[in-house]
C-alpha cells in the first residue's frame, strides 16, 4: 500500500487546515488507518484512527473536540480536519495504515510500531 500525505501548511493559531493522504495499492476495506504527528525532538505520538470499513473512531484524549478524522471510500483518501490549531500542534503528521490487527487491538494499542505503512509527512506549522 502506499500513502501521500499533503495539506500542510503554516496557519495562525486558531486557524483550521485539512489534511489528506491518498491511499492507493489495494482495496482497504480490512485495514485501521490514523494519523501521527512528531514535533522536533520529540517522539512520534498518535492523533487519531478510523476504521475503513466501520469508521468507528478513536482519539488521542487531548485532541478530542478540535481534531476529526474521516475518510472517502470511493477516492480512497484519508483527512484529518484540525480546528482550533494552537502552536504546540506543530510537527510533522503522518498517516499510517494496518491490516493484520483487528480493529479491537487497535483501538486499545495504536502504537507507531503497529502499522506497517507509512506516508512521507506533512508539516504543519501553527504561529502565534
Known amino acids: 500500500v502506499q500513502l501521500q500525505a499533503s495539506g500542510g501548511g503554516e496557519v495562525q493559531t486558531g486557524g483550521s487546515l485539512r489534511l489528506s493522504c491518498a491511499a492507493s495499492?489495494?482495496?482497504?476495506?480490512?485495514?485501521?488507518m490514523a494519523w501521527f504527528r512528531q514535533a522536533p525532538g520529540k517522539e512520534r505520538e498518535f492523533v487519531a484512527l478510523?476504521?475503513?470499513?466501520?469508521?468507528?473512531?478513536l482519539y488521542a484524549d487531548s485532541l478530542k473536540g478540535r481534531f476529526t478524522i474521516s475518510r472517502d471510500n470511493i477516492k480512497n483518501v484519508l483527512y484529518l480536519q484540525m480546528n482550533s490549531l494552537k502552536p504546540e500542534d506543530t510537527a510533522v503528521y503522518y498517516c499510517?495504515?494496518?491490516?493484520?490487527?483487528?480493529?479491537?487491538?487497535?483501538?486499545?494499542?495504536?502504537?507507531?510500531?503497529?502499522?506497517?505503512?507509512w506516508g512521507q509527512g506533512t508539516q504543519v506549522t501553527v504561529s502565534s
Open positions: 495499492g489495494r482495496t482497504f476495506d480490512t485495514y485501521t
Open positions: 499510517a495504515a494496518e491490516r493484520t490487527l483487528t480493529l479491537a487491538t487497535m483501538m486499545i494499542r495504536h502504537r507507531v510500531d503497529d502499522f506497517d505503512a
Open positions: 478510523i476504521s475503513w470499513r466501520t469508521a468507528s473512531t
